[in-house]
């Protein structure tokens, strides 16, 4: 049999439009196997590409591996041998070379390449997950339905710290290159703005204060230090925490007159420090043999905090302090070498938008390749939801071989993790001085001349479509309601006024000022 023909860029095999799919036999029939090569457009939308080229078996005979590269035949990403990968993409043409790991007789590819079906993200209290590895998207990740994954924000900084203020719709995230924290706000849209860069030379502690309204920046340093950084970058005093040589997790008071915080240490008492005075105060709670404490919520008044061992018979516990340190709950998830999986990744803590709740970040080695987020009761332990992710670790599907894979798209197995709040739909501030448009003249201009819907009619202040603009009549009410305009409750400001947008301004290019009202 003839040996494949698409063996290089210029004779790529051309895949269309996604979502694709092929099936090659890649060798010659007489012991050789080739690598072949596939393109394909990506168009708008299209953020993130699921790609899986398998050899026909499990972890045996030809096993290909992936290789993505833009349209400049630079290479972009590779996969891991006979698995799914993910990778962010933009428009413009891609190519994928599937590389053999031998010679196999037969060798038989079945290629898959789909694009992201983006869904709306009005969800209250979507997961964000950043990832760990540059240039690779931060997740977000629906609050209700396992392994669904809503849509994935371009150019979010890889780190492994961070935190989210949802009322100031901000969030303060370590760089990847460990040389700056970026204080960024994702809109409705998913669109990434950043508001300020922070120099930070060393290993970054981040925590959210929400009844302030700020993060708390600490220095994993000898001696330690934090600041605080408000919602518009700007930078308070730098306490430096004489005696103190590390930093592992950190959270103010409500009124920010004291830190908890922990050392990055095992067998890590949980410490506070006076703010006002830059003092260390007594121990909140003794050291607990062999455990550290890798964060720390502040929960109307008490403190929540992280404990995990890698020794022996080592669990992992999340305690519930009284600003006076009195012990209030205990939740056990087990022991930690049912979590610690893959090594560095950590459990971790984050902040509800629900009042009293927090949430759990979990990797279960019963699971690999599984992320839980477990939802918590601060007042009880009670679990009140779990959600369950699959994990794309550096893009590759983080589990075994298999032909059918649990999930196309998943996270990264990093931290942290945010439960975020969108921002409301935009806000309109209507200017009343300027008589608008006929709420129901969509296709008309803004010097309307009225019409009428089966509703209701619409009655114009004016016979002239241009109007003296000395000419004065009613004003419409300037409410702009969620959703559209509804003539049977009001009359409100024309959505398509003013060349198409929300709100009147003397920007009209005609000058016209005739106004309508809807009559029901």
Known sequence: MAAPSNISFATAAALGTLPAAAEQRVDDGAGTTSDVFFSFPVVEPQREVFAFAFGGAEDTGYQPRLRVYDAGQTLLFSGAINKPMQFPVSPGLYYLKAEKNGDFDPSNLTLQVLAHQHQPVTQDGAIIIPDDTGGFPATILSRTVDNVVLDFVADFPAGEQGDILNEQQVILQQD????????????????????????????????????????????????????????????????????????????????????????????????????INDVPLSDLAAAETDYRIGDILEMDGSFVAMYFSSAANGRIKVKRYSASGQLQNVYDFGLSTDYLTPAGAVPRLGYDIVPG?????????????????????????????RRRFREYEEGKYNADQTDTPSARFGSSASCPIYIWLPPPEDIVIVDESIPCCDANAVGEPCDCTGGSTSSGSVSTGSSSSQPPSTSTGPILPPEIPIGPVNLLSDAYWDQACEGGGLVPTAADPVDAEDWAEAVV
């Open 176 to 275: 990847e290159d460990g040389s700056e924290v970026e204080l960024l706000s994702i809109d409705r849209d998913r669109t990434l703005t950043s508001i300020a860069t922070i120099p930070f030379s060393g290993t970054p502690i981040i925590r959210a204060n929400r009844e302030a309204g700020n993060f708390y920046l600490g220095e994993n340093s000898s001696p330690s230090a934090f600041q605080t950084v408000a919602p518009d970058g700007t930078l308070g005093t730098l306490h430096i925490m004489t005696g103190i040589t590390s930093l592992a997790s950190l959270a103010a008071s409500a009124d920010e007159t004291v830190l908890v915080f922990s050392r990055n240490i095992a067998s890590a008492p949980l410490q506070r420090w006076d703010i």
């Open 357 to 385: 709740q927090f949430v759990v970040y979990l990797h279960p080695a019963s699971e690999p390749g599984v992320a839980h987020v477990v939802f918590l009761r601060a007042e009880d332990g009670v679990e009140v939801d």
